[in-house]
Every structure is written in structure tokens, then in C-alpha cells.
């Protein structure tokens, strides 16, 4: 397998020497004007690597970071190629999570909104027979969760992916951690031998390595940045805390950073949904995100955070990789994530396209261990971050209210399910909001260092 990988120090220095553009990669004129539009100035590192190899008719293995812009990095080869070869059904993607397929079938319209891009979206939580009505239109390019696709190829009749040219694997190491093994076989076994594979991922597993050798053909491989580091505009703290007060910690921290763009990650869905009630009982704009809900309720989520009506998303890990959230400040780790890769991937979430950000991860006497793991993976020490414990203690008595209310509004909605939204949760819980105001100053926007 042929091997192509990039530092960031051999990127630096080329750049010296040439301006990279999307024209100079091979890219045709049209979609090169998108990009332009799109304000796409320049290709991101993976997509220099990748572009060229694609276009020249490999099969492509990408290893890059999350945010690095490797969406791009397979859609603009597949949107090429269809202009060369315009066929329905032409490209299908598969990709581990529902708000995912949404934000590639995004990118793929537009980036194909000026050659007239069909695409249709296939993902649990919706219903089939509208997907139905959409794939019998046989769009170009199908982006699709394992598992109802797999649902589709046995049940909607006439549907057949026997003619595609394409196969993209995105994420593809969380879509075998998450046990879709055997639909990727089903999925392999119906489509066409001949064809093109591209596959995408931040790790490279032994799970990986084997779906590898089962899809793709002679492919090459394009690494860049596949060290696990955080980028030189995060600035990194902890927050030592006893476990009983992470809501009172949560609340002062919330209080301080105010007026920034923050995600909150939880470690449970019903963590998620108790922190996002009680912030809201406490008068702050949060809105929660995770698996339980409904998809419309996660995309609804998901939409509020993007277009600035909620200033603050709590999220499960479901937020933290893949999904296109511009402009976060500030993420918080309430939960210290189990497996430390996860780390990277959540405070990825800030920090981005060259902006600063900032990070604080709560640890409690319970989570040392978890805590030094990720210190070892990203090699360096972080600072405490600096608190007046006294506001704390000021707060506590409203928290504790906002905890009872918040424990109140989940019973009601059914504590059977576990913390699982019901439909009309977010409606109910705006109610809340302001009955139990924290602010006793407007916050500040965080300093650029």
C-alpha cells in the first residue's frame, strides 16, 4: 500500500515554496468557483493530500483529525467524477451517526449547487416511506446510517445499489465501534466490485485495518496530523472539585464565561438532560443534545445551538466528533470522558479555523486516573483553572432548587425512560427559564491570550 503522510513542519515549509490551490490539485474549474463561494480559500491539509490521489482513479485510506476537512476531501473527487460520468445512484456514503449523514449531505449540496446535486438521506428515526419516495427518484448520491440502509435493501422494493461507482466510509472507526460489522457485510455483498472506495477515519484499529483489506483495492494512504495533540489557540485547564458540587462548580463556571458560545459534554444521556434542566431553572439559555431524543428533536437541538437561540448545547459524545458546530468558545467536560481519545475529540469542538478557545474538565476525587490518562496522551500538564470558591458557596442554596425542579420535570416525564426527552420537553422546560436568574453581572467574553 502506497503511503503518503504529512507533518505539520513539512506543511510549513512547503508553503514557502507554493500556494496550494484547489485548481493546482486538478480540481475542474466549477467546482472550484464553489469553493470560492463557499470561502474555501485554500485546500485544508488532508484535502491536499487526498484530492490528488483520488482524482488520479485510486482508492484512498484518509487519516486525519476531526475538523480537518476531510468531508471535503471525499466530496469534491465524488462530485468530479459525476460530472465526468453523470449517473443516478452514482456515490454512497456511509457514516456512523443521523446528524452526521445530515451535515455530508449538506456539504455535498453545496458544493454540488451549481451542477444540480440530487442527494437523499437514510437514517433511523424517520420515516421509511418518505425516504422511500426519495430513493425511488434514484438521486445521485445516497449518505446513510448501516443500519437502515440495510433496512431499505430488504424491504423497499426496487431499490438496488448494484450500479454504484462509489463507496465512502466516513468515520469509519466509530461505525465499527458501534457494532455495524455485520450490515457493512450485507451493504459489501450487494454492491459492485468494481468500484471506488474512500475510507476516512481518525484511527487506524485493527477493525480498520480489516475492513480495509475487505473493501478497498491497491489503496493509498494519506495521513496527516495523526498524532493526538490539541491545537496552540486551546487553552487547556482542570477544575479540581469535590463530585457533590460539579452543579454549583458548573453553575459559577457557566456564570463566568457567560456570553460565549459553550458545549457542555455529559457522560450519560440522562446526565445530559438533568444538567440542561437544571441550567434552565437556573435562567440560562441551554439546550440539550443527545441519543435518546428523537431526531427532530436532535436536529431542532442542534439548529437552535448553530444559529446562536441557544447560547449553550449539553451534548453526550454524539456532539463531539464529526458534526459541523462553527463558532464555540468554550467546552466543558462535566463528565471526564471514559476513553481519552475522546478528549481530543471533545475539546476539537473549540479552537477552530485559526479562532481561540478554551477548555475546562471538571475532575473529582473519583476521576484522577481518567484524568492523568489524558495528560499522558496529550504530553503535557495543564493549569488549574482559577476560581473563587466563595462564589461557589454563594450559589449553592439555588442550585439545590434548580436540582429539585429539575428532578421534578424529569419524573413527571416519565422517569421509565430513563431521561429520554419527551416531545414536548423543550417547550416545557423553556417555562423555566428565568425563575431562578444567577447572573448578578452581564459575563464577559473570554480573553484573547
Given at each position: 500500500m502506497?503511503e503518503?503522510?504529512?507533518?505539520?513542519?513539512d506543511?510549513t515549509?512547503?508553503?514557502?515554496?507554493?500556494?496550494?490551490?484547489f485548481?493546482?490539485?486538478?480540481?475542474?474549474?466549477?467546482?472550484?468557483?464553489t469553493?470560492?463561494?463557499?470561502?474555501?480559500k485554500?485546500?485544508?491539509?488532508?484535502?491536499?493530500?487526498?484530492?490528488?490521489?483520488a482524482?488520479?482513479?485510486?482508492?484512498v485510506?484518509?487519516?486525519?483529525?476531526t475538523g480537518?476537512?476531510?468531508?471535503?476531501?471525499?466530496?469534491?473527487?465524488?462530485?468530479?467524477?459525476?460530472?465526468?460520468?453523470?449517473?443516478?445512484l452514482?456515490?454512497?456514503?456511509?457514516?456512523?451517526?443521523?446528524?452526521?449523514a445530515?451535515q455530508?449531505?449538506?456539504?455535498?449540496?453545496?458544493?454540488?449547487?451549481?451542477?444540480?446535486?440530487?442527494t437523499?438521506?437514510?437514517?433511523?428515526g424517520?420515516?421509511?416511506?418518505?425516504q422511500?419516495i426519495?430513493l425511488?427518484?434514484?438521486?445521485?448520491?445516497?449518505?446513510?446510517?448501516?443500519?437502515?440502509?440495510?433496512d431499505?435493501?430488504?424491504?423497499?422494493?426496487?431499490?438496488?445499489?448494484?450500479?454504484?461507482?462509489?463507496?465512502?466510509?466516513?468515520?469509519a472507526d466509530?461505525?465499527?465501534?458501534?457494532?455495524?460489522e455485520?450490515?457493512?457485510?450485507?451493504i459489501?455483498?450487494?454492491?459492485p466490485?468494481?468500484?471506488?472506495?474512500?475510507?476516512?477515519?481518525?484511527?487506524?484499529t485493527?477493525?480498520?485495518?480489516?475492513?480495509?483489506?475487505?473493501?478497498?483495492?491497491?489503496?493509498?494512504?494519506?495521513?496527516?496530523?495523526?498524532?493526538?495533540?490539541?491545537?496552540?489557540?486551546?487553552?487547556q485547564y482542570y477544575l479540581?472539585?469535590?463530585?457533590?458540587?460539579?452543579d454549583?462548580?458548573?453553575?459559577?463556571?457557566?456564570?463566568?464565561?457567560?456570553?460565549?458560545a459553550?458545549?457542555i459534554?455529559?457522560?450519560?444521556?440522562?446526565?445530559?438532560?438533568?444538567?440542561?434542566?437544571?441550567?434552565?431553572?437556573?435562567?440560562?439559555?441551554?439546550?440539550?443534545?443527545?441519543?435518546?431524543?428523537?431526531?427532530?428533536?436532535?436536529?431542532?437541538a442542534?439548529?437552535?445551538?448553530?444559529?446562536?437561540t441557544?447560547?449553550?448545547?449539553?451534548?453526550?459524545?454524539?456532539?463531539?466528533r464529526?458534526?459541523?458546530?462553527?463558532?464555540?468558545?468554550?467546552?466543558?467536560?462535566?463528565d471526564?470522558?471514559?476513553?481519552?481519545k475522546?478528549?481530543i475529540?471533545?475539546?476539537?469542538?473549540?479552537?477552530?479555523?485559526?479562532?481561540f478557545?478554551?477548555?475546562?474538565t471538571?475532575?473529582t476525587?473519583y476521576?484522577?486516573?481518567?484524568?492523568?490518562?489524558?495528560e499522558?496522551l496529550i504530553g503535557?500538564k495543564?493549569?488549574?483553572?482559577?476560581?473563587?470558591?466563595?462564589?461557589?458557596k454563594?450559589?449553592q442554596?439555588?442550585?439545590?432548587?434548580a436540582?429539585?425542579?429539575?428532578?421534578?420535570?424529569?419524573k413527571?416525564r416519565g422517569?421509565?425512560k430513563?431521561?429520554?426527552?419527551?416531545?414536548?420537553?423543550?417547550?416545557?422546560?423553556?417555562?423555566?427559564?428565568?425563575?431562578?436568574?444567577?447572573?448578578?453581572k452581564?459575563?464577559?467574553k473570554?480573553k484573547?491570550?
Open positions: 502506497a503518503i503522510s504529512t507533518s505539520s513542519d506543511v515549509k512547503a508553503s514557502t515554496e507554493a500556494v496550494v490551490t485548481q493546482s490539485l486538478g480540481v475542474v474549474d466549477v467546482l472550484c468557483e469553493c470560492d463561494k463557499l470561502g474555501w485554500k485546500p485544508s491539509k488532508i484535502q491536499e493530500e487526498a484530492i490528488p490521489v482524482l488520479q482513479g485510486n482508492d485510506i484518509g487519516l486525519a483529525e480537518s476537512g476531510k468531508t471535503g476531501a471525499f466530496c469534491i473527487p465524488v462530485l468530479q467524477a459525476l460530472l465526468e460520468n453523470p449517473q443516478r452514482f456515490a454512497l456514503v456511509l457514516t456512523p451517526t443521523r446528524e452526521l445530515f455530508i449531505e449538506e456539504q455535498f449540496k453545496a458544493l454540488g449547487s451549481a451542477i444540480g446535486i440530487k437523499c438521506v437514510v437514517v433511523g424517520v420515516d421509511m416511506m418518505g422511500q426519495i425511488a427518484k434514484k438521486p445521485h448520491v445516497v449518505v446513510a446510517t448501516p443500519g437502515r440502509l440495510v431499505h435493501l430488504e424491504k423497499t422494493k426496487g431499490f438496488t445499489l448494484r450500479s454504484i461507482k462509489f463507496l465512502v466510509l466516513d468515520e466509530r461505525i465499527l465501534n458501534m457494532d455495524f455485520s450490515e457493512l457485510d450485507t459489501l455483498k450487494v454492491i466490485r468494481e468500484r471506488r472506495t474512500f475510507l476516512f477515519s481518525a484511527t487506524m485493527g477493525k480498520v485495518k480489516k475492513l480495509q483489506r475487505a473493501a478497498l483495492t491497491k489503496p493509498v494512504k494519506c495521513a496527516v496530523n495523526n498524532k493526538y495533540h490539541t491545537v496552540d489557540k486551546l487553552f479540581f472539585l469535590p463530585s457533590k458540587d460539579k454549583c462548580y458548573l453553575a459559577a463556571v457557566v456564570n463566568e464565561l457567560a456570553g460565549n459553550m458545549i459534554f455529559c457522560g450519560t444521556c440522562a446526565n445530559t438532560q438533568r444538567t440542561a434542566l437544571i441550567l434552565r431553572n437556573l435562567g440560562i439559555s441551554a439546550v440539550p443534545l443527545h441519543g435518546q431524543m428523537s431526531q427532530a428533536k436532535r436536529l431542532g442542534l439548529n437552535k445551538f448553530k444559529s446562536a441557544k447560547s449553550i448545547l449539553v451534548a453526550t459524545d454524539v456532539a463531539s464529526g458534526l459541523d458546530i462553527p463558532h464555540v468558545d468554550v467546552v466543558i467536560n462535566m471526564v470522558p471514559a476513553r481519552s475522546d478528549y475529540h471533545r475539546v476539537g469542538r473549540t479552537a477552530r479555523a485559526g479562532r478557545g478554551k477548555s475546562v471538571f475532575v476525587q476521576d484522577v486516573e481518567l484524568y492523568q490518562r489524558i499522558e503535557k495543564l493549569p488549574e483553572y482559577e476560581m473563587e470558591h466563595n462564589e461557589v454563594v450559589l442554596e439555588r442550585v439545590a432548587e436540582q429539585r425542579l429539575a428532578r421534578l420535570e424529569m413527571e422517569s421509565k430513563r431521561g429520554a426527552v419527551a416531545s414536548d420537553s423543550e417547550e416545557l422546560a423553556d417555562q423555566n427559564i428565568g425563575k431562578h436568574k444567577i447572573y448578578a452581564k459575563g464577559k473570554m484573547r491570550k
